[in-house]
């Protein structure tokens, strides 16, 4: 490993030491994401004017209107063509939440349902979840399995205690590979690409793949890494509705 990646990787594993709770990521990520991504609480709205809270949105900050809630809320109102997608954090995973979760997932999805271009028939949000840890009585093979019954799996499960939980679906499938293949052969993101390929390889009759746990500071580091490879391969819905937009909230 060079030198520059000896240096990125021990400053960003030491800015990630004091994040050992799931709840403690969104002020890193607020302070953190490339200025061209930003995560804030909001409320999620649709051409037809079809609304969704996630907890928080993944969007585009150069180019979305400034709409903030009313005070002293600290929320945005984000056009869903200004969305790349949502984050949830969850102290534990179980029954209750994990139901919670999958049905808060396909309330977000209907809003881009009559969102997208045509030409954008297979668009999907990124929906990411950063978890402490799962219920003692829900191992990680049982929420693989459940997640393997839904349509649009979420693309990220960080069970921070546990290990990670990837999606393999094609957009996260060709995001890894063409990690692995940049040209700096020595970048800690190609290596943690190149392990995560090693491990779908061995498991591709599955539909997700897991890295070991870890201690959770480096599992949050390892999150982030991945997240920032998503944003940066996410469309957005091409339609502009910024003018329609003010209409609605004027």
């Given amino acids: 490993m060079s030198d520059f990646n000896q240096l990125f990787e021990a400053t960003a594993l030491n800015l990630f030491e004091q994040y050992q709770s799931a709840k403690d990521v969104s002020e890193f990520l607020q302070q953190n994401l490339p200025l061209k991504f930003a995560i804030s609480k909001g409320v999620l709205v649709n051409r037809k004017k079809a609304v969704s809270s996630p907890q928080y949105l993944f969007y585009n900050p150069l180019d979305c209107p400034n709409l903030p809630i009313s005070p002293p809320s600290n929320a945005k ?8 997608g949502s984050l949830s954090f969850f102290k534990e995973l179980n029954q209750a939440s994990l139901h919670q979760a999958l049905e808060k997932k ?15 028939v297979d668009f999907n949000l990124l929906n990411i979840w950063i978890v402490d840890d799962l219920a003692n009585f829900l191992s990680i093979n049982d929420l693989e399995d459940r997640l393997l019954a839904e349509t649009h799996p979420p693309d990220l499960v960080a069970i921070i205690n546990k290990g990670l939980l990837i999606t393999l679906n094609d957009h996260t499938i060709q995001k890894i590979f063409a990690l692995s293949e940049k040209e700096n052969s020595q970048s800690f993101d190609k290596k943690i690409a190149e392990d995560l390929i090693g491990i ?10 897991k890295m070991a746990a870890s201690a959770p500071y480096k599992n949050f580091f390892y999150t982030y890494i991945l997240l920032l490879e998503l944003l940066k391969a996410q469309p957005l819905p091409n339609d502009d509705l910024s003018a329609e937009m003010v209409a609605i909230w004027s």
């Fill in 77 to 84: 109102i984000i056009p869903a063509n200004y969305a790349y």
């Fill in 106 to 120: 396909e309330e977000i999805a209907t809003i881009f349902d009559d969102q997208v271009a045509d030409n954008q």
């Fill in 200 to 209: 779908a390889q061995k498991t591709m009759q599955r539909k997700y793949f």
